[in-house]
């Protein structure tokens, strides 16, 4: 197939490419910076020059390709309205651009915020509409284009998406302890996080796009729920400070924005999933990469 992949430069989008370079399919990936274009040129992917902001080149990427893998999105945490205005701009740019066509469109979402007191499954429709929702309520507004022709599937990742180079969650709280000198969890660490290895999440990423059905919600989690304590510990161990509890209230002003993330409790199964695809996660887990360096440098 000829895939058109946003966020193909970045960690999961990144490895995703491998994956499917490696399976036969033409790769045309959506680079902002000459570097991106570079790194991805080498590889043999076909490259279209463009970013989140440029609405109509993700409506002719779409459009020239027989599926979509959308893995980008602008982070922007300090300002989340930044990015699910973009967000909900390039869910709606693919799927009109798809609609009636069906042909393939996938879509980073995540398992944050359910709540429900159990794991997650891919059953649980996501609570999230519109705009000021977590991640601008993306993934219900792709799954609407199913009704409409277009064969959507939601890729619900989990918080850590882990490994060496990995920038994002871990890699922030091992700064912060690093900054603080302590490894910090919230009240008892009990709460759990979800983690899958890249390598695991990228193939997931293939498989889904080869084989799940129309309105599926796969879950890329390889470790149903790691207490957070225990990735504070781990994370103390890299960097050589202790571990220790942070009072719920004075997480704000220890973690900063991603304290809210790192003390929810959001255990999630990938069970169907698994069963599915015939997918079963083989990478390291989260803990037994932060003892092997991973995070050694991050």
Known sequence: MRVFVTGASGWIGSATVDELLAAGHHVVGLARSDASAAALGAKGAQVRRGDLDDVEGIREGAADADAVIHLANKHDFADPAVSNTAERAAVAAIGETLEGSGRAFLLASGVGGFGGGRPLREDDAAPFHGIDSPRGGSENLALSYAAR???????R???TVHGTGDHGFVAHLAGIAREKGVAGYIDDGANRWPAVHRTDAARM???????APAGSRLHAIGEEGVATRRIAEAIGRVVGVPAASVPAADAPAHFGWIGGFFGMDIPASSAWTQELLGWTPTGPTLIEDLDGGAYSHA
Request: net charge neutral; glycine share 12%.
């Open 205 to 211: 990423v293939r498989l889904g796009l080869e084989a």
């Open 157 to 159: 990742f989990a918080p």
């Open 149 to 155: 022709g277009v064969h959507v599937i939601s890729l």
